[in-house]
């Protein structure tokens, strides 16, 4: 027989998915509608449902924890999702935008992540930062329903999550950390001081 921790799990698991899925699926639909159908106003309201996603994925957390469930996996998960569906979401949609443009109304060509040098160390660190804004959400998400459980031990496998978002922030750090210390240098630029190709940049 399945638990009630394991069958909230699984189904938290579940709408996670479905949102991941859900927000390809309504930002390509956008887009599509936007560019290729022309159809900007339908293409708007389709974009400005993205979002949404996020708030069903709350819903559905908050749902299951003021029904009486004990936290478990599913809940830190949905907080770990959501923190880093907040912080990356407009720079996804934004490249996936770029893309459509180009592709369907003739804009100009997607902008790359610059590669080397001072350009490449400036990109990683604001990347990092995004991820510091996620870690920030998550943590004030899983407070928010320890708060709103108010009960120790229906909330006591949500305390080791913030270690957890910690550990993979500082495990991110080492990108931005190595390219600002070695900064990565074109090919046939080996020989180049890395000072002065940084000063170059």
């Keep these: 027989m399945e638990t009630r921790v394991e069958k909230g799990f699984h189904v938290l698991l579940a709408v996670i998915t479905a949102c991941e899925i859900g927000f390809w699926v309504v930002l390509a639909a956008g887009l599509l509608a ?4 022309r159809l900007r106003r339908t293409g708007a309201a389709l974009l400005l449902c ?39 979401g407009h720079s996804m949609v934004r490249w996936a ?5 180009h592709r369907f109304a003739g804009g100009p060509p997607p902008t790359r992540s610059p590669r080397y040098g001072a350009a490449r160390a400036r990109h990683e ?19 928010a329903m320890i ?21 993979v922030l500082a495990v991110w750090s080492l990108w931005p950390i190595t ?17 002065e190709h940084a000063r170059q940049e």
């Design 147 to 167: 708060a709103l459980v108010g009960d120790a031990d229906r909330t006591r496998a949500l305390d080791a999550w913030p270690g957890r978002l910690g550990f």
């Design 34 to 37: 936007r560019y290729a159908l």
């Design 125 to 143: 660190w604001r990347e990092f930062g995004k991820a510091v804004l996620a870690t920030a959400i998550a943590c004030g998400l899983l407070l």
């Design 97 to 101: 935008d770029e893309r459509f443009a």
């Design 50 to 88: 993205v979002p949404l996603l996020d708030l069903v994925l709350l819903a559905a957390a908050v749902v299951d924890l003021r029904g009486g469930a004990t936290a478990g996996t599913g809940h830190g998960l949905a907080a770990a999702y959501l923190g880093y569906s907040v912080a990356f």
């Design 179 to 195: 390219t600002t210390v070695w900064p990565p240098r074109p090919p046939g630029d080996a020989t180049r001081d890395p000072a």
